[in-house]
Structures are given as structure tokens and as C-alpha cells.
């Protein structure tokens, strides 16, 4: 199992990225995916999930109507797209399956 994400970065306030986790090894297109962070000095979190299907998604309230989760099947991919991004978004986020773990994408939001 392979868990490869990408797109992480330094943004202002307000700002936007996208997140991307590739996966390899293991049947995605029937397994629901997850995203979770770690900021600083905190506990690692959950951020959102995606039905295998991609219909279907929950999220952090924190998150809620900011952020989008979606996934490509076909390209193995699952996404995150991150909007108005604020300090508090500050964070290692690390794609997840079951108990597989990608190396995690740095993303700070900072003035």
C-alpha cells in the first residue's frame, strides 16, 4: 500500500490549495478515503471522508463550507480542495485508508 500526497504549501488568509493523495496497492475504487492534519503542538485530527462512490462526504465542522473532498477513481487520486484558508488551517494533512498512513504535505497559511 502506497499513500502519496502533494500540494501542500505556504498561503495568506484567505488563500486557496489543493491537496492530492495517489494511491496504490490496495482496491480504492471500493473503500472509503479520509483526510486528517496535525498541527503544531496538537493531537492529529480528522478532516473529511469520501464515499467510495464519491457521493457521499462529512466533514470537520471547522472545515464545513470551505473545504471540498472529491476522488478519481480511475487515477487512483483522492483530493482536497481548501478555501479561504485560515491560520487555524495550519497543519500536516495526511491522507489515510485503513491503517496506512501517506507521509503527509506541510500547508501554512501565514500573513
Known amino acids: 500500500v502506497q499513500l502519496v500526497e502533494s500540494g501542500g504549501g505556504s498561503v495568506q488568509p484567505g488563500g486557496s490549495l489543493r491537496l492530492s493523495c495517489a494511491a496504490s496497492?490496495?482496491?480504492?475504487?471500493?473503500?472509503?478515503m479520509n483526510w486528517f492534519r496535525r498541527a503544531p503542538g496538537k493531537e492529529r485530527e480528522w478532516v473529511a471522508t469520501?464515499?467510495?462512490?464519491?457521493?457521499?462526504?462529512n466533514y470537520l465542522d471547522s472545515v464545513k463550507g470551505r473545504f471540498t473532498i472529491a476522488r478519481n477513481n480511475t487515477k487512483k487520486t483522492v483530493y482536497l480542495q481548501m478555501n479561504s484558508l485560515e491560520p487555524e488551517d495550519t497543519a500536516v494533512y495526511y491522507c489515510?485508508?485503513?491503517?496506512?498512513w501517506g507521509q503527509g504535505t506541510q500547508v501554512t497559511v501565514s500573513s
Open positions: 489515510n485508508w485503513a491503517n496506512y
Open positions: 496497492g490496495f482496491p480504492f475504487s471500493i473503500v472509503d
Open positions: 469520501i464515499g467510495f462512490s464519491g457521493r457521499s462526504a
